[in-house]
């Protein structure tokens, strides 16, 4: 079964400053994708970025880039030059193919706090 | 509409009553996923349909849920005989991919169930 950690409950940035969140996996698949996901205090979840497990080049969109280190099962998301409406929940999520549905397994999440 | 649309956003069941929670998916959309969030946890897979086939409700922690897309578009979520434990978030995703194809997942806002 494949799971997703994220360690880090909670975090703290100063705007413009760029900030790491956390996130390893783990699955004997050698065929799986990686997701990173904001949700706002609105409740709906916004798909950021995501890096499937052959892709050779760390995915970007934007401010967001996932960092792949394949070996160590980590899946980092950068955000650069952070800005207040970043403050939010952000999940980590991974997704198998099984031939039925790609369905995601996420993680428990970091509460992002941009400040001033 | 553009997005996936849920409803009702808020429900409150006394404990042993039926609840039913809709969802609108993004018009042509073939794939279609319900999941569950606890409070302070990331969202549970519990059920796929690609079109109105539902290939995939292995997620479902009872036999008291119960889901449906009868036309392939718009689906519902029912839970009878609510517990305390059926308290949480129901998010609704769609995509226009289907099967083992990795595609963004487009989510709803989620309708928030709270059990007396």
């Known amino acids: 079964a494949q799971k997703i950690t994220q360690t880090q409950p909670g975090m703290f940035v100063q705007e413009k400053e760029a900030v790491t969140l956390d996130c390893t996996y783990d699955?004997?698949?050698?065929?799986?994708?990686l997701f990173w996901y904001k949700q706002p205090s609105s409740g709906e979840m916004i798909f950021l970025i995501y890096q499937g497990s052959y892709d050779q080049q760390n995915a970007t969109e934007g401010r967001y880039s996932l960092n792949f280190q394949k070996a160590r099962k980590s899946a980092n998301l950068v955000i650069s030059a952070s800005q207040l409406g970043d403050s939010a929940m952000y999940f980590c999520?991974?997704?198998?193919?099984?031939?039925?549905?790609?369905?995601?397994?996420f993680g428990t999440g970091t509460r992002l706090q941009v400040t001033l | 509409g553009a997005g996936v649309s849920q409803s009702p956003r808020y429900k409150v069941a006394k404990r042993g009553q039926d609840v039913a929670l809709r969802c609108d998916p993004i018009s042509g959309h073939v794939s279609l996923f319900w999941y569950q969030q606890a409070l302070g946890q990331g969202p549970e897979f519990l059920t796929y349909?690609?079109?109105?086939?539902?290939?995939?409700k292995s997620g479902l922690p009872s036999d008291r849920f119960f889901a449906e897309r009868p036309e392939g578009s718009v689906s519902t979520l029912k839970i009878q005989r609510t517990q305390q434990e059926d308290s949480a978030v129901y998010l609704c995703a769609s995509s226009s991919y289907s099967g083992g194809a990795f595609g963004e997942l487009f989510f709803g806002e989620g309708s928030r169930l709270t059990v007396l």
């Open positions: 999520a991974m997704s198998i193919p099984t031939g039925t549905a790609s369905k995601l397994t």
């Open positions: 699955t004997s698949d050698p065929s799986y994708g």
């Open positions: 349909f690609q079109n109105e086939a539902q290939l995939d």
